[in-house]
């Protein structure tokens, strides 16, 4: 089990950018791919991004192609979100999670630990 930690989420102007973390504790967090997540109220969890562990490629959905990096700090224990370009689309929870499949699929399924989520707003 790894208990993850989200943070850096906030309200911002249509353009602007933030920078997500998740902070994981308990086992090895090199050991398990990563990936972001993000929800609206009445929709369901919907992939963001992902990447994978060992030599950590990343992947990500089309939505967020081009404006958003994921990347993993394996020092740190810690997994970033570096979201530029933010549309008003964009608000939402953001969810981190760990999953112990080397490159999972874009389903919340794969993936067996979550965090509490950090909401994300930004205004036109």
């Known amino acids: 089990q790894v208990q993850l930690v989200e943070s850096g989420g906030g309200l911002v102007q249509a353009g602007g950018s933030l920078r997500l973390s998740c902070a994981a504790s308990g086992r090895s967090f090199s050991s398990y791919a990563m990936g972001w997540f993000r929800q609206t109220p009445g929709k369901e969890r919907e992939f963001v991004a992902a990447?994978?562990?060992?030599?950590?490629?990343?992947y990500y959905a089309d939505s967020v192609k081009g404006r958003f990096a994921i990347s993993r700090d394996n020092a740190k224990s810690t997994v970033y979100l570096q979201m530029n370009g933010l549309r008003p689309e964009d608000t939402a929870v953001y969810y981190c999670?760990?999953?112990?499949?080397?490159?999972?699929?874009?389903?919340?399924?794969?993936?067996?630990?979550w965090g509490q989520g950090t909401q994300v707003t930004v205004s036109s």
């Open positions: 999670a760990a999953s112990s499949i080397f490159a999972p699929r874009r389903l919340d399924d794969d993936y067996d630990n």
């Open positions: 990447i994978t562990r060992g030599a950590g490629i990343p």
